[in-house]
C-alpha cells in the first residue's frame, strides 16, 4: 500500500470517527490539518512550510494543465 493510500484509508476512518462523536468533515479537516503544520514543525522551517502550503495552494485545481506537464 501507498503512503497515499494509506493517509486516504486513515482519513475515511477518521471520517467515521468524527461523524460519530458530532462533528463534521471540515471541522475534522481542519484539526488534521493543525496536527500536521505539528509534524511538520518539528523537523521543518516555517519558511519551508510556508513554500510547501503556498505550492499546495497554487496547485489545488486538479484539471489545469501545467507547462511543465507532459500531454
Known amino acids: 500500500m501507498s503512503v497515499y ?3 486516504g484509508q486513515i ?5 467515521e470517527q468524527a461523524q460519530q462523536a458530532g ?3 471540515q471541522e475534522l479537516a481542519r484539526a488534521l490539518m493543525t496536527e500536521v503544520l505539528n509534524v511538520y514543525k518539528r523537523e521543518r522551517t516555517m519558511t519551508d512550510i510556508a ?3 503556498n505550492f499546495l495552494a497554487e496547485n489545488i485545481d486538479e484539471d489545469t ?3 511543465f506537464m507532459r500531454p
Open 51 to 53: 513554500h510547501e502550503l
Open 65 to 67: 494543465d501545467y507547462a
Open 23 to 25: 462533528y463534521g468533515e
Open 5 to 7: 493510500k494509506l493517509a
Open 11 to 15: 482519513i475515511n476512518d477518521s471520517i
